[in-house]
């Protein structure tokens, strides 16, 4: 026999509704307390406790309705703000859409016609996704500590749709509270951060997403450079070729002979190691526009880090591109090659 009776008593719906209130009341001053933490802690591991801890409380109530309260995903661009903040980084405004209650950023650089939302699934894992293209530029997950860029999103927003509404400089300056705020999380709370093709270092390979390139993609580069002040070289072992940009800046298309499976990718170099794919793509022209009508070819991959499930579902095997591409939107009509690349 089930141990579980029916309340049908008056006392006993009076008792229930009564440990209800005060299940209520115990939760309602555990969540002014995570609030209260959330907005004034100077900590940037209590910030990342009260983020995550909101996101995951569970406010409902059989018999009581809770006062209005924010989603899960307006705590993770609460926690974005504050940690900005606490860096004196103030290109990123947050503020609450009156309609609905939402919390959406904008970027100083690029007004506020382009607005952001933290889009959260089951996994806790959050999108931050521009809602107008609904590209998600970077994923984040607070439990995990993982951060990444998408690279697909990042092209097809930045360079693909946004270059028509606004100036190169203005793109950079959009990004680079981005790309501080992985910093920051790396910093000062061990995240793991994975900046994709925003990354600078000399070192860093962007593999692509198909591992064989057609030798005449580089053929169109060469071709492309005849009547520019860019010279495009063969490298000394014939595995791929080097652009010679300005300010000493070099990108290479190539693959590592000593490496078996000779996959392709780019490299950026530069003295500094302030350049990257990124910066490349946006400022010079001929590279952009090479890219983009060879881009079913040139796609960079992006090596998703999966949050994986202890006992993942059975299915068929998935092409490595599809990694990304349920938690980005469609893309753009410009995109010539657009399921290619993540």
Known sequence: MSN??????????VQALSDSFKDVLSLGQRYVDLL????????????????N????????????????HYKAADYYLIFMDRLLKMHGDTAVNVAE?????EFEATVAAIGSEAVFKFEVDSRGEAAFTEQSQ????????????????????????FIVYALKQHTDLE???AVKPLIDFAKYLQKDLDFTIDLGILATANDRRFML?????????????????????????NLPRNNGAELLLDQGTKLDIAFDPDDYSQEWAFLVKDSDEQVSFFDVLLHYDLVREWYLANRSALAVRTDHMEIVDEEPPATTEVAEDESLD????????EDPAPDEEE
Do not use: C, G, W
């Not at 209260?36 to 910030?47: G, I, P, R, S, V």
């Not at 349920?326 to 009509?333: I, Y």
């Open 171 to 173: 793109l950079r300056d």
């Open 209 to 233: 997403n198909k591992p064989e390139l057609p030798l005449t993609v580089i053929d169109r580069l060469f071709v492309a450079t005849a009547d520019e002040d860019y010279m495009l070289m």
């Open 326 to 333: 349920e938690a980005s939107s469609a893309e753009p009509s």
């Open 53 to 68: 801890k909101l996101a995951k409380l569970d406010l409902a109530n059989a018999f009581i309705d809770f006062p209005p």
């Open 36 to 51: 209260d933490q959330l907005a004034q802690t100077k900590d940037a591991k209590n910030l990342l406790s009260a983020t």
């Open 4 to 13: 579980n009776r029916i309340v049908t008593s008056p006392s006993e719906r």
């Open 97 to 101: 859409n009156e309609l609905n209650h």
């Open 134 to 157: 609904h590209e998600s530029l970077f994923y984040l997950s607070l439990e995990d500590k993982l951060m990444q860029f998408n690279n697909r999103a990042l092209v097809n927003y």
